[in-house]
């Protein structure tokens, strides 16, 4: 490189900057001291004229001449003004203002706005010095001005003096500058120069030597760093060349073997450039046959539009996981996931594509799919963990049950579900088994999100790799809270029953054979009390059994605070409770209890809505001296249930040993009861109704008599109790019920119009299949409905009130005639008697046996039910009627029939028709008789 001009160097160059810099720093310097200087000369003028100033105000005020003194003043060499001012105008002036006003001066000379007062002023200003002085006395003021400017030969030779002092300045510092620049900037300079042209000339080697800590050093030291740099830059690039070279031998050897699909096409008409072997093997076509036509041309492509689907997946030169579809040379369907990127060379642009066969991982998602969808609509629970035993996934089955969604437990322990429920040591063992055996189950504890504690039945199974190392784990659940409930309810109902809660026979038996061991140990009574209620069947027939399981709660809940804490009570089944009393002294604790029961069971039921009565019959048994086990106890508490029963319910009995015999008897009688149905051994006998004001028989009843073969004649006191309980009155009423019209129809063509009476057992009228029977037997018999009259007893119809007005109503829709029989036995209220809207009362016999003339309680009472029964508008039979005294009351208190041995006993039918041919013509009662 040749050398520049002079004015180019740079050592020149900054020569002369700093001679200007020097001059201008100079020119500054004159500047400023001459401005000093002046400043200096105008202070000092100053100061000399106010000496003067005071110097002629001292003076003139020793005299009066002014005139004089006006003119010595005028010539002073500072002094370029005079005036001398009385009363605003000037007397006396050095210039031609005599006579002018002081106010009309200020455009001809400097006149600040002065003070004329009794003390002197002084005014300065950049050029002159204004003086005021006021004279003694006589009200004249003194003004002088002095010029304090510098002259202009002054201020030139002061400004030459600085000049040359300036250039004397610069020669010295310019000196000293090319002196020092020489040493500090040329030599390093030239150095540096030099080690560039080394440099450049490829000595790799040359660095610049050390120069010093000032710049020049420095930027020696940036400048070997920089040659490192590059340097090392150089070496970096020729090891990345060797090194792409190597990495282009290796693309092209994996372009070659990789697994993938690979080809090189070119970006705008899909030219095949490249592909790999793979791509050879899949497709079927040979490298030399693909390479310069398109897939297109191949056939590749299912649809030739998927390839520009595909380009337009490209971003940013990139093409991402994209699904495609394609086919081989034979015509296999092939889906791929392809991967790329845009690259150019050559100015082309070309696409690099992987196209990976994901034919089998679709095959394996879509059965990993539908397992999860099988897992997902399980019911039963499931829960995958990591080996480490936090949580992966649970299915909604899990969040149904626990009550802990997904994102409560995920990334958590199973321990969150933990209820502390079993110990360390069960966890300890179900985990070595599962490290053993590769699964568990069994029923555990676990705890929902709510708190709730509950039982799961838990199947865990341990999922691992090739090399036996665990990956996950897998719980399956599910909740077998109403498993364990459902057994936990058979285990109760084993012992219990379902209905009451209380324990059963069994449990009972099992309670009374311990308690018979303790009681035999410690020499001590036990006592076992059989209960049964009295008209429950009729309520369940009339009612329902809904109402009727509600009665038996209902009783549960009286009957079980009279036992103490060691007494069970429990239920036998149907209608019939065992209480076991297992320690008692002596019989008195018994008596007490069942007289309570007792006591407790004559009160009135409310249920549902019907207001019921139902008594209680007790028998009991007592341990030595009836039994030494629990069957034996059992049979003779029921032979005395059976006994009290007989004596009239609501009633209790202890066993006694004729009572072995009477259930015998009670046995025998039952089962030639049903023999006897259907038979002539069962007969009905009528007993005349006479109409008391004329002694005509106006009505029959019929009543039941049974002369069996084994057992002689058999009372209906002793048989009807047992029909009813046997449930032998529905065959047995229906017999009597036919039989009856049928005697009637025949005595109707003899030209009898009065009723029969036919007592109906309210089990027999509550059954859905009565008025079948009912309008069968009336219309067999032909006769009027009106001429049936059907009994039915007050007790029993008040015990179901609701559902016998219902049947009352049905059977007046029938027109059949109806009479409460037994009246005065039972509970019965005017409403109810309005309402079941009946034809007849039938007072009972216990009220007429006691009616004579000495006895007006009984007739007063009599008097009372006939006057209730007309004003109701009903007809009043009384039964039992056995002497003329009795006879006669009634007719006195106008009883409307008698019915009774003094009128006439029950007879057979022969006998009947014979009293009623007796009568000449047969009496036509009327509607109501």
């Known amino acids: 490189m040749a050398n520049p001009p002079l004015w180019q160097s740079l050592r020149v160059r900054l020569l002369a900057m700093m001679v200007v810099m020097?001059?201008?720093v100079a020119i500054i310097g004159i500047w400023l001291e001459n401005r000093a200087d002046m400043a200096a000369l105008q202070r000092q003028a100053q100061d000399e004229a106010a000496l003067v100033a005071s110097l002629v105000?001292?003076?003139?005020?020793?005299?009066?001449?002014l005139s004089a003194e006006f003119a010595a003043l005028a010539k002073q060499p500072l002094l370029s003004r005079l005036l001398i001012v009385e009363q605003g105008r000037v007397v006396e002036s050095s210039g031609p203002f005599n006579g002018q006003l002081l106010a009309d001066l200020n455009s001809k000379v400097w006149l600040p706005a002065v003070a004329l007062d009794k003390e002197p002023h002084s005014y300065a200003s950049d050029s002159q010095s204004l003086f005021v002085f006021p004279f003694a006395d006589d009200g004249r003021y003194l003004l002088l001005w002095f010029d304090t400017q510098p002259s202009a030969d002054t201020q030139f030779a002061n400004r030459i003096r600085l000049l040359g002092l300036a250039l004397v300045v610069v020669i010295v510092a310019g000196i000293a500058f090319y002196v020092v620049s020489q040493r500090l900037l040329n030599d390093p300079l030239n150095i540096l120069v030099a080690v560039l042209q080394r440099r450049i000339k490829g000595e790799r080697q040359a660095r610049v030597p050390a120069l010093g800590t000032h710049e020049l050093g420095q930027l020696g030291h940036w400048l070997n760093q920089t040659m490192d740099s590059e340097d090392a830059a150089l070496e970096a690039l020729r090891l990345s060349n060797l090194e792409g070279e190597d990495q282009k031998a290796r693309f092209l050897r994996i372009f070659k073997v990789m697994p993938d699909l690979v080809t090189v096409t070119v970006l705008d008409d899909g030219t095949l450039v490249d592909v790999n072997e793979n791509w050879v093997k899949t497709t079927g076509w040979p490298k030399q046959e693909a390479i310069g036509k398109t897939a297109t041309q191949l056939g590749l492509w299912l649809d030739p539009a998927d390839r520009e689907k595909l380009l337009g997946q490209i971003r940013d030169n990139l093409l991402h996981a994209a699904r495609i579809q394609f086919q081989s040379r034979w015509g296999d369907k092939i889906e791929a996931e392809a991967s790329g990127c845009v690259f150019e060379e050559q100015g082309k642009r070309y696409l690099l594509l992987s196209l990976r066969d994901i034919s089998d991982r679709l095959r394996k998602e879509r059965d990993l799919h539908l397992l999860a969808q099988v897992v997902?609509?399980?019911?039963?629970?499931?829960?995958?963990?990591?080996?480490?035993?936090?949580?992966?996934?649970?299915?909604?089955?899990f969040t149904a049950i626990t009550g802990f969604s997904a994102d409560d437990v995920v990334g958590h322990t199973p321990r969150v579900l933990s209820s502390g429920y079993q110990e360390r040591q069960f966890y300890q063992r179900m985990w070595q088994q599962i490290?053993?055996?590769?699964?568990?189950?069994?029923?555990?504890?676990?705890?929902?999100?709510s708190g709730e504690i509950y039982p799961q039945w838990l199947s865990i199974r341990s999922v691992k790799d090739d090399d036996g190392q665990v990956l996950h784990y897998v719980a399956v659940f599910s909740d077998i809270t109403d498993r364990k409930a459902a057994e936990a309810r058979i285990a109760f109902l084993a012992y219990h029953d379902p209905l009451t809660g209380l324990p059963n026979r069994t449990w009972l038996v099992d309670k009374c054979e311990n308690a018979i061991s303790q009681a035999r140990q410690q020499q001590h009574m036990l006592a076992l009390v059989y209960l049964d209620l009295d008209r429950f069947k009729s309520v369940n027939d009339s009612l329902g059994h809904d109402i009727g399981d509600a009665l038996l709660?209902?009783?549960?809940?009286?009957?079980?605070?009279?036992?103490?804490?060691?007494?069970?009570?429990?239920?036998?089944?149907?209608?019939?409770?065992?209480?076991?009393?297992?320690?008692?002294?002596?019989?008195?604790?018994?008596?007490?209890?069942?007289?309570?029961?007792?006591?407790?069971m004559s009160e009135p039921f409310s249920v549902g809505g019907h207001r019921l009565w139902v008594s209680t019959s007790i028998g009991v048994s007592v341990f030595p001296e009836d039994g030494d086990n629990a069957a034996q106890l059992l049979r003779k508490a029921d032979t005395a249930l059976y006994h009290a029963k007989d004596s009239g319910r609501s009633t209790f009995s202890f066993f006694a040993r004729d009572m072995d015999k009477n259930?015998?008897?009670?046995?025998?009688?039952?089962a030639a009861l049903k023999e006897a149905i259907g038979t002539e051994q069962l007969q009905l006998y009528y007993q005349p109704q006479v109409l008391i004001s004329t002694g005509q028989v106006v009505g029959v009843e019929a009543l039941m008599r049974w002369q069996s073969p084994e057992l002689g004649s058999v009372s209906p006191g002793r048989f009807i109790p047992l029909a009813e309980e046997t449930g032998l009155i529905m065959p047995l009423g229906a017999w009597c019920l036919e039989e009856a019209c049928r005697q009637l129809a025949q005595w109707r063509q003899l030209g009898f119009n009065g009723l029969m009476a036919v007592n109906i057992s309210v089990r027999q009228i509550l059954r859905a299949d009565f008025f079948d029977l009912l309008e069968e037997v009336l219309a067999q018999s032909a006769i009027p409905a009106d001429r049936l009259e059907l009994e039915l007893t007050e007790s029993l119809m008040m015990d179901n009130v609701e559902a016998s007005l219902e049947v009352v109503q049905r059977l007046k829709g029938l027109d059949v005639s109806l009479a409460i029989d037994d009246f005065g036995t039972g509970y019965s209220s005017l409403s109810y008697l309005k309402?079941?809207?009946?034809d007849c009362l039938k007072i009972d016999q216990s009220f007429i046996r006691g009616l004579r003339e000495d006895n007006q309680q009984a007739r007063s009472l009599i008097r009372a039910i006939v006057q209730m029964a007309h004003n109701l508008e009903l007809n009043v039979v009384a039964e039992g009627v056995e002497t003329p005294e009795q006879l006669a009351i009634l007719t006195a208190e106008e009883v409307d029939v008698a019915q009774g041995y003094y009128l006439g006993k029950p007879m057979p039918?022969?006998?009947?028709?014979?009293?009623?041919r007796s009568q000449g013509v047969t009496l036509r009662v009327n509607e109501k008789g």
């Not at 309402?835 to 009946?838: E, P």
């Not at 039918?909 to 009623?916: D, G, H, M, R, T």
């Open 22 to 24: 020097i001059l201008g």
């Open 57 to 65: 105000h001292a003076g003139m005020d020793d005299t009066r001449d």
């Open 376 to 397: 997902e609509v399980s019911l039963d629970g499931v829960m995958i963990t990591d080996a480490s035993q936090s949580i992966l996934a649970v299915n909604s089955a």
């Open 435 to 449: 490290h053993i055996q590769g699964m568990w189950q069994g029923e555990i504890w676990n705890k929902r999100k």
């Open 553 to 600: 709660n209902e009783v549960v809940k009286r009957i079980k605070p009279l036992c103490m804490a060691d007494e069970l009570l429990s239920r036998q089944g149907g209608d019939e409770f065992l209480i076991l009393l297992p320690n008692i002294e002596n019989c008195r604790r018994v008596e007490m209890l069942v007289e309570r029961i007792l006591a407790v």
């Open 663 to 670: 259930l015998t008897e009670r046995l025998q009688m039952e």
């Open 835 to 838: 309402r079941f809207a009946v």
């Open 909 to 916: 039918a022969s006998e009947v028709e014979v009293i009623l």
